[in-house]
């Protein structure tokens, strides 16, 4: 009766988290702008295509929100009683919500904010350290190929550092460290797509400005 009451317990902390990372908050606040995110820039529900598509404060005000999403889904399963490593199934709920939100027709954002929050929740100390220092690389790589890939990759290697040299959880930290390559893995993956659509509909333009050699 314990285990099915645990096994529960999981499953619907791990639905409310997905539900949580669902909550369409770059695409809500991009539409009271007047701006479908979905249709802008990147075509990504995230802050930086807010802030490239809409303006620097909703960008803030989304980028607060989707970590909160993080924060909140380690919070309420730490609160419900979920402990380590079951935590790694809310995070990856919420992070599979930001990607495909049942409320925006399973579309979203890259999952990089929520992450973070997440990380910062699970590992209060030692996260927020390695969210610093992914942000940091990221501000000074931005010029650089591949400078996603740089911050988080050097993040990740900061907290698995500080959880080795002071004998925190690891397997904990090695599950949010394969997220965080998946949700790379994911946003990698989406950009060649919309690459690929943009040029497109780029050589689409060009075609019809074509003038028509029957007229």
């Given at each position: 009766?314990?285990?099915?009451?645990?096994?529960?317990?999981?499953?619907?902390?791990?639905?409310?988290?997905?539900?949580?990372?669902?909550?369409?908050?770059?695409?809500?606040?991009?539409?009271?702008?007047?701006?479908?995110?979905?249709?802008?820039?990147?075509?990504?529900?995230?802050?930086?295509?807010?802030?490239?598509?809409?303006?620097?404060?909703?960008?803030?005000?989304?980028?607060?929100?989707?970590?909160?999403?993080?924060?909140?889904?380690?919070?309420?399963?730490?609160?419900?009683?979920?402990?380590?490593?079951?935590?790694?199934?809310?995070?990856?709920?919420?992070?599979?919500?930001?990607?495909?939100?049942?409320?925006?027709?399973?579309?979203?954002?890259?999952?990089?904010?929520?992450?973070?929050?997440?990380?910062?929740?699970?590992?209060?100390?030692?996260?927020?350290?390695?969210?610093?220092?992914?942000?940091?690389v990221a501000l000074g790589a931005q010029r650089l190929p591949y400078?996603?890939?740089?911050?988080?990759?050097?993040?990740?290697?900061?907290?698995?550092?500080?959880?080795?040299?002071?004998?925190?959880?690891?397997?904990?930290a090695v599950g949010i460290g394969c997220l965080?390559?998946?949700?790379?893995?994911?946003?990698?993956?989406?950009?060649?797509?919309?690459?690929?659509?943009?040029?497109?509909?780029?050589?689409?333009?060009?075609?019809?400005?074509?003038?028509?050699?029957?007229?």
């Open positions: 009766m314990s285990e099915f009451f645990d096994i529960a317990l999981i499953l619907a902390v791990t639905a409310a988290a997905y539900l949580l990372g669902a909550i369409p908050l770059a695409q809500r606040i991009s539409a009271w702008h007047g701006v479908d995110i979905f249709s802008a820039g990147t075509r990504l529900a995230g802050s930086t295509n807010v802030r490239l598509s809409v303006g620097k404060f909703p960008a803030f005000i989304v980028l607060i929100g989707d970590v909160s999403k993080g924060v909140g889904a380690v919070v309420m399963a730490e609160y419900a009683g979920v402990s380590d490593p079951w935590l790694l199934f809310p995070i990856s709920a919420v992070v599979i919500g930001h990607w495909k939100s049942v409320f925006s027709g399973f579309r979203g954002g890259d999952g990089l904010a929520a992450i973070a929050g997440a990380t910062i929740a699970a590992f209060p100390v030692f996260g927020l350290i390695s969210v610093f220092v992914a942000i940091v400078s996603s890939l740089l911050c988080l990759v050097l993040g990740y290697a900061m907290l698995v550092w500080l959880v080795i040299i002071y004998g925190e959880n690891w397997i904990l965080c390559g998946l949700v790379l893995a994911n946003a990698s993956y989406g950009h060649r797509l919309r690459s690929r659509y943009a040029d497109l509909h780029a050589i689409e333009a060009d075609v019809s400005g074509f003038p028509d050699n029957d007229s």
